[in-house]
């Protein structure tokens, strides 16, 4: 027997230890939206949506992409929400690490506009405009 999209949804929600409430209040969701959801009421839900319970319900976008017939090349997850899977970080730690990587994105993206550029050999090359 093929699983619907509600059934999947409650069964992670289930799983997960929430209400139908406290999903609706993490996702940013109605409660009634959700409800619908599940049993199979509303049709063709956006994949923002889906993409929201996927990470509030740390499931594989994919996976319910693939219930209103989206066959993505490749979707990541957010940051936080791979640093917490695949380090078995709690939401605050992934959050910092989080932080952590985007300061020193924005930080290495600055270095390359003021003329700083790595070499291969890991020493930086300056401008030479002054001669």
């Given at each position: 027997m093929n699983q619907t999209l509600g059934d999947y949804l409650r069964a992670a929600r289930t799983k997960a230890g929430l209400s139908v409430r406290q999903l609706g209040t993490l996702s940013g969701m109605s409660h009634g939206y959700l409800v619908k959801?599940?049993?199979?009421?509303?049709?063709?839900p956006s994949a923002e949506h889906l993409m929201r319970l996927a990470?509030?319900?740390?499931?594989?976008?994919?996976?319910?992409?693939?219930?209103?017939?989206?066959?993505?090349?490749?979707?990541?997850?957010?940051?936080?929400?791979?640093?917490?899977r695949k380090y078995?970080?709690?939401?605050?730690?992934?959050?910092d690490l989080s932080r952590?990587?985007?300061?020193?994105?924005?930080?290495?993206?600055?270095?390359?506009?003021?003329?700083?550029?790595?070499?291969e050999d890991g020493d930086t090359e300056r401008s030479t405009d002054a001669a």
């Open positions: 959801l599940e049993l199979g009421q509303q049709e063709r990470e509030v319900l740390e499931l594989d976008a994919v996976e319910l992409l693939r219930f209103i017939g989206v066959e993505p090349t490749r979707v990541l997850p957010s940051a936080q929400v791979y640093f917490r078995g970080l709690s939401d605050a730690e992934a959050e952590v990587v985007e300061d020193y994105r924005s930080r290495t993206l600055e270095e390359g506009r003021h003329g700083k550029n790595n070499t």
